[in-house]
């Protein structure tokens, strides 16, 4: 009985870690669509979101990965999963967030993009965005930045278990 007790507890916090990454690509596609409603109130065309999109997406996915992994250094030490009890709390917290943040992003957006057809002084600009192809490179952008961020996690927990091994 001991050993399914000690099976299963690993798995537990791998997949309280990967409700962790949703939560943090859900942060992420956040500031993706912020940044997609800055680009059309301020007159972006559709070269400036086909290229801007993605290396935005890119520095965030940068920044929440060190932050990431500045987090994971400064708790890695404390960390003994076979004695540490597993946070319920905050694993329903972050299961609760990533499941209910990407459609209210994506119902905010369409409606805030729906409103400024309204005004007639942006109908104009808006007749000339190929939303489809920007809609693509955003939804490209966030998984992307998703992988990136799961890249770079992997490549510094890959570093830390080749410095303990030597």
């Not at 957006?109 to 409103?115: E, G, N, P, R």
Request: proline letters at 2%; glycine letters at 2%; hydrophobic letters at 55%.
């Amino acid at each position: 009985m001991k050993q399914k007790s000690t099976i299963y507890k690993p798995i537990l916090w791998l997949i309280f870690d990967f409700t962790l990454i949703s939560a943090l690509s859900a942060i992420m596609e956040i500031f993706i669509y912020g940044y997609f409603h800055y680009g059309l109130s301020h007159g972006f065309i559709n070269i400036h979101f086909q290229y801007y999109v993605p290396a935005f997406s890119i520095v965030i996915a940068v920044i929440f990965s060190v932050i990431s992994i500045l987090l994971l250094k400064k708790k890695i030490s404390s960390i003994k999963l076979k004695s540490s009890r597993f946070p319920w709390l905050l694993f329903v917290l972050l299961s609760i967030f990533a499941a209910i943040t990407k459609p209210l992003v994506q119902n905010w957006s369409d409606k805030k993009v729906m409103l400024l057809y309204d005004d007639l002084s942006k109908a104009d600009y808006l007749s000339q965005l190929n939303f489809v192809k920007i809609f693509n490179t955003i939804n490209y952008s966030s998984i992307g930045a998703l992988w990136l961020l799961v890249i770079l996690l992997v490549c510094y927990v890959w570093f830390l278990n080749r410095k303990a091994t030597t």
